[in-house]
């Protein structure tokens, strides 16, 4: 088995496909595509042939060639059901859907980086406004995140006791909110699970300082 995953040691997308893969025990071989230097390697044309979104994570395997960092989990879910990332009960499997399609379809795009230099390259938006974009649309995803989990019985993880892949969306997502120093006090169930899953070697292996290309 040949598995490759294109991935930056700061992309979120790519930092949910590393605890994905920790979590059901696989190694993949990691291809570093730096997204600042030289203007983006991930505009070159060896990566836009692999993906021409010209963004991280890919997964290759055995030929097949994924990205979309959700579709990628659910490959890995299908292909090695061992470990699930999803739970059995239907309306689990919903609700670990909609908590990580909340953050990686409405939160993480906002804050991503082609965005952002758009945001202050061609809209000429200063520093500080891009700070208070980054803050509010970080805040919002998660005081949604924060209401869902509120209005549940607690538990260990986004969704009952055992990680999911709504874990794997919602840790890097906070990481991120602490890198931009958004405030977390208001999110006390999400930083609870946060703390949870930072304790499972699976989530802090995955973390963007242990990465070899870390800076
Ligand atoms: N929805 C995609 C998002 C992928 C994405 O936005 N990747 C970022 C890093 S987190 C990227 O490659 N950015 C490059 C850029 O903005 O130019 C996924 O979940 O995989």
Known sequence: MNRTL????RSSAAYRVRI?????????QHVFVHLTRQGGEQFGEAFRALNPQALVPVLSEDGVQISQSLAIMEYLDEAYPTVPLLPKALA???LVRQLSLGIACDVHPLN????LKYLTTTLGASEDA????IHHWIALGLQAVEAELARRPASR???????????CCLVPQVFSAQRFNVDLSGF?????????CQALDAFADAQPS?????E
């Open 130 to 133: 891009k700070s208070a974009w």
């Open 92 to 94: 689990d499997r919903a």
């Open 112 to 115: 991503n980086l082609r965005v």
């Open 157 to 167: 993880f986004c969704v009952g006791d055992v990680p999911t892949m709504a874990d």
């Open 188 to 196: 006390p169930c999400a930083m609870k699970v946060y703390a949870n």
């Open 20 to 28: 994905a893969l920790n979590l059901k025990g696989l190694t993949a």
């Open 210 to 214: 242990r990465q070899p290309d870390a």
């Open 6 to 9: 294109h991935t930056y040691f």
